[in-house]
């Protein structure tokens, strides 16, 4: 089935350095979104790209869908402990209400 | 602010209890989603509602059934619990199938 992989599973960073997690799908999507989940929290939406290549930016996130709209990543620059969370891709395709999620990015900030 | 609220944040059952998650949403959105969330397997998507009455499968249905009688309730029922059901339950709402969908606290369900 349709599949959206994401990585890494794991990002431990020391505050002030970038991070970056990339999502892989199987199939073309129509368009993607990304979430964040604090620690303790539910997933809350950030952002969804639409167009092939589209680029997106939100203070110190970047968001990317590839020109082939299969791959997207989130990019933080400088990253503060206030970004500390589980960072999901879900893509969608078609006309399907369902979205289909990564596994997630966990994100660890050390001050 | 969209309000997507959960019947209970922690649930403790037995092995072959029939179990209720509700969950009611606030913003007459049209979609309503059930997903549980696992450590390293992100959200999978269980059942989803398009629709009052309406309801279509998502990727992990077996052992799970769900009702929406109203628009703003979507019930997901375990009819015969089993450990492996042990999980964080997620409901969510969007109010079309392409807009971002609105998360609850989500209960935490625990099988013994």
């Known amino acids: 089935g349709q599949q959206v992989m994401q990585i890494p599973q794991y990002q431990h960073v020391q505050e002030g350095e970038d991070f970056t997690t990339y999502c892989n799908s199987s199939t073309t999507l129509s368009n993607i979104q990304w979430y964040k989940q604090r620690p303790g929290g539910h997933p809350v939406f950030l952002i969804q790209?639409?167009?092939?290549?589209e680029v997106k930016k939100q203070k110190r996130l970047t968001f990317q869908f590839g020109e082939a709209k299969k791959n997207s990543s989130l990019h933080i620059t400088a990253t503060q402990t206030t970004d500390v969370g589980t960072y999901f891709c879900?893509?969608?395709?078609?006309?399907?209400?369902?979205?289909?999620f990564g596994a997630g990015t966990r994100l660890a900030v050390h001050p | 602010d969209v309000k997507v609220t959960q019947s209970s944040r922690y649930l403790v059952k037995r092995t072959g209890e029939k179990v209720f998650l509700e969950c009611v949403q606030d913003m007459d959105h049209e979609n309503m989603f059930w997903y549980r969330q696992d450590p390293g397997l992100g959200l999978r998507l269980i059942y989803f509602s398009y629709d009052v009455k309406m309801k279509e499968k998502g990727d992990i249905p077996e052992g799970y059934s769900v009702s929406r009688e109203k628009k703003e309730r979507f019930s997901l029922i375990l009819e015969s619990a089993s450990t492996n059901q042990t999980s964080m339950y997620l409901c969510a709402s969007s109010r079309t199938g392409n807009q971002p969908q609105h998360f609850g606290d989500g209960t935490r369900l625990s099988i013994l």
């Open positions: 790209l639409v167009k092939s290549g």
């Open positions: 879900a893509g969608r395709t078609g006309g399907y209400n369902k979205l289909i």
